[in-house]
């Protein structure tokens, strides 16, 4: 019988906002984004951290040896500069990589900021457990996860969270079965391929 919750770390990477400069707005974001957006009951594990590559490689171990998350979303440290580096991290601690995650975030925002080109997100698989780095901006945040939708709602770009549940119900195995996550469909709707045979 599978789990009746997923459990989700978050870990906001900021220099400044985890020494206290200034408020973290990282976190917050993505709890108030997922706490709408899924059905099936959550439970968080949030952690904000400094730009340190150790740091965010052993947070992200912790969260999936230890914790044993089934989802870790990320923010901030995925641009250009010196100090950022939790794509490095992320494919550290990796086992598998899914570069098309990325790719799809890159391509929502170049439809908001030309400057999204120097994104670096990426995603990976550790164990069982899905990571994605995702933007450092709320906004930005929102529109990856969500996609770009017309007037009356329905999807011209799909948000990257639409692959996301049935990437989790292909991770699972006899030993450890995986959440059924479902979703609020008028934020986005979780796409399983008519032939996958993975019910709640």
């Not at 996301?164 to 391929?193: G, H, Q, S, W």
């Amino acid at each position: 019988m599978t789990k009746q919750f997923i459990k989700i770390g978050l870990v906001s990477i900021s220099d400044r906002a985890s020494s206290g400069v200034y408020e973290d707005k990282g976190l917050p974001s993505l709890k108030e984004w997922l706490s709408s957006a899924i059905i099936t009951p959550i439970t968080f594990q949030a952690r904000l951290i400094a730009d340190e590559q150790c740091e965010i490689e052993e947070t992200l171990k912790d969260l999936v040896d230890a914790e044993e998350c089934h989802l870790i979303l990320t923010t901030g440290g995925t641009g250009p500069a010196l100090r950022d580096v939790t794509p490095e991290a992320t494919l550290a601690i990796a086992d598998k990589t899914m570069p098309g995650f990325g790719e799809q975030m890159r391509q929502i925002s170049l439809h908001f900021v030309p400057t999204a080109i120097l994104s670096r997100q990426v995603a990976v698989i550790r164990k069982q457990c899905l990571i994605i780095n995702l933007p450092g901006q709320p906004k930005a945040i929102a529109q990856t996860l969500e996609g770009l939708k017309d007037a009356s709602g329905q999807p011209l770009v799909h948000g990257i969270f639409a692959a996301v549940p049935y990437c989790l119900d292909l991770l699972a195995t006899a030993e450890k079965p995986m959440p059924f996550i479902e979703t609020n469909e008028a934020i986005v709707k979780a796409f399983r391929p008519k032939s996958s045979k993975i019910t709640s």
